[in-house]
């Protein structure tokens, strides 16, 4: 059976912890914190290390499902779980006061895992804030990640039906980066 370590990041009170959750098959486990900063996300409690959950989706593929914690002073547990991560999905919370800019200080901060395996970008509380619409997204991510394909989504991370969606496209992505890479080195 293959295994896949996914990474959810994004800002804090995008809903990587809530979409663990909805997916996972097992009990997660969280490490969380009172939230010190309500002025950013008006929350009880924030991760500090991660979150951890795991869900199979065929006879052939198990993930490992990872969540970085959302702040940038926790930033040195991103570094340790990147390391064994083959792809990404990336919560952006469309009601925060600038949401691309926070999509491009994450793939700043994870776009390498696009070159291990692939990334998705999910847009969580578009219910709440209708924009920026999602082409605005795909139109920064072509200007910063230029020849690289990263759908976009709309998600509720609450909805494990919208979640499983987009994880099944970053498995895709996963398996044919893999798929490419194989044919490359044979023909080398």
């Known amino acids: 059976m293959a295994e896949h370590v996914i990474l959810f990041a994004g800002p804090m009170g995008a809903g990587k912890t809530t979409a663990i959750e909805s997916l996972s098959e097992i009990e997660t486990i969280?490490?969380?914190?009172?939230?010190?900063?309500r002025e950013t996300a008006d929350k009880d409690?924030?991760?500090?290390?991660?979150?951890?959950?795991?869900?199979?989706?065929?006879?052939?593929?198990?993930?490992?499902?990872?969540?970085?914690p959302g702040q940038r002073r926790f930033n040195f547990m991103w570094t340790i779980l990147k390391e064994r991560a083959v792809g990404l999905i990336l919560l952006v919370n469309n009601d925060a006061a600038d949401p691309i800019e926070e999509l491009d200080a994450f793939l700043e901060e994870f776009g390498e895992l696009h070159e291990k395996g692939g990334i998705v970008v999910c847009v969580t509380r578009s219910d709440v804030a209708p924009t920026p619409y999602l082409d605005k997204y795909a139109e920064r991510i072509r200007e910063v990640m230029p020849g690289r394909m990263i759908p976009v989504f709309t998600a509720d991370a609450r909805n494990a039906d919208q979640m499983r969606t987009a994880l099944m496209s970053l498995i895709a992505n996963i398996e044919m980066t893999a798929m490419i890479a194989g044919n490359q080195e044979r023909a080398a």
């Not at 969280?30 to 900063?37: I, L, V, Y």
Request: charged share 30%; proline share 0%.
């Open 30 to 37: 969280r490490t969380e914190a009172t939230n010190t900063d």
């Open 45 to 68: 409690t924030t991760t500090v290390a991660l979150d951890y959950g795991e869900i199979t989706v065929s006879d052939e593929d198990k993930v490992r499902l990872y969540g970085v």
